[in-house]
Structures are given as C-alpha cells and as structure tokens.
C-alpha cells in the first residue's frame, strides 16, 4: 500500500460548485497535513496547513483531517475559473520538512 | 523578494551529457530542498540541505550532486545524463525545517 493516495482525476466542475479533494494515508505517524496548489507550468505553492485532526478554514477553503479514518480532506466553496489547478496533498511526521511525502497530485479545472 | 529562482526553465540533453541546474534564493533560508516531479508521480525527494556546507540524500539520489557553498545558492549537478533522468525538477527552501516550503518555478529537462 503506498504511504499516500491520491486520486489523480482530472476533475472538472462548473463554476461555483463545491469541490472536494481527498487524500488517504497509511502512515498512522503523520502528525502534519498540508494541501499545495500548483498552477500549470509554475511551482507548487502551500495552501493550507493543519497540524494533526480537526479542520481549518480559510477564506473559500476548509481543510479536514480524519486520523481515525487516515483521510484527509480539501474542500473549495463558490469554485472560480482561477481555482484551476493540481492540487498536492502533503504530509510528515514530526521528522521533519525533509520527510515530507507528496501525493501524485489531483488536476481541477473548474468552467466558467 | 525575488524567492527562489531557478535556471535554466528548460533544457534538452543527449543522453551521456552532464549539466548543473542552478538555483538561488533571497529569502535568507537555511534549508533547501531538490524535487522531481514525473507526469502522474508526486514530488521526489533528490536531495537537501540544512545549512552552507552541509547536504544530505533524500529518497532519489542516483545519478545527482549537489554543494552547498553559500546559503543562497543550492546548485544540482547531473553527470552522465540518461532518459530517466527526463522530468521537471523543482528547488524549494524553508526557514529552518518548517513545513511551508517555498519552490522555484521548476526546470523543464528532457534526455533523449
């Protein structure tokens, strides 16, 4: 079993949809659950940043984290034409920034 | 603030060829970090550094250098290019090994 699963999609939703990006893990050590974006042809860049369960809101977006459950959640509300991107899940262990693990990454494009 | 910045943004080279993918950053960073990123994989680990003079190996090291001279530059060196070597390559840096990772705009290689 990989350490972290993404689904990979493409995803494509129309605009002002709710949008949800999930994550599974296999690792009950990760104690740290971040969501980069990256828009196409640049670098990833952090979006949200949780530190062990519960959620975190920001704006247009909520993270959710499961430990029980080994799932992680993004979820986008009122989606925008400017959300269009691959969005990464990331996470570590209290080892730190160089064990983190990235999954593959889920492609978004939201329509207007 | 500049970020990091990474040179050249792209790159074809004959398989056997050898070529340093240089990379700077501004933000007064002590870690920095080499990532490859294959279609539909997520991003690999080449190799870090914690500070000016010291490296260490991440998940995918064969095939790569790196130094770390100064603690803006974190240079990537590959010698004797070969087809799987073919992906983009990102360089990121963090303020001590905090999780907010902060990437360049990736350096697009390919070795035919």
């Known amino acids: 079993q990989k350490e972290v699963e993404q689904d990979p999609g493409p995803l494509s939703v129309p605009e002002g949809a709710i949008v949800s990006l999930n994550c599974t893990y296999s690792n009950s050590a990760f104690q740290y659950f971040m969501w980069y974006r990256q828009y196409s042809r640049k670098g990833p860049e952090l979006l949200m940043y949780t530190y062990s369960s519960g959620n975190k809101e920001d704006g247009r977006f909520t993270a959710q984290v499961d430990k029980s459950s080994k799932y992680i959640s993004l979820f986008i509300r009122d989606s925008q034409p400017s959300d269009s991107a691959t969005y990464l899940c990331a996470m570590s262990t209290q080892g730190g920034s160089e064990k983190l693990v990235f999954g593959k990454g889920t492609k978004l494009t939201v329509n207007p | 603030n500049a970020g990091v910045t990474q040179t050249p943004k792209f790159r074809i080279l004959k398989i056997g060829q050898s070529m340093t993918l240089q990379c700077t950053q501004d933000?007064?960073?002590?870690?920095m970090y080499w990532y490859r990123q294959d279609p539909g994989m997520g991003l690999k680990l080449i190799y870090y550094?914690?500070?000016?003079?010291?490296?260490d190996k991440g998940e995918v090291p064969n095939g790569y250098n790196v130094s770390r001279s100064t603690t803006e530059d974190f240079p990537l060196r590959l010698e004797l290019a070969a087809p799987s070597q073919t992906s983009v390559y990102f360089c990121a840096s963090s303020y001590l090994n905090r999780l907010d990772l902060h990437f360049g705009p990736g350096t697009r290689l390919t070795v035919t």
């Open positions: 933000m007064n960073h002590n870690y």
């Open positions: 550094s914690v500070g000016a003079g010291i490296t």
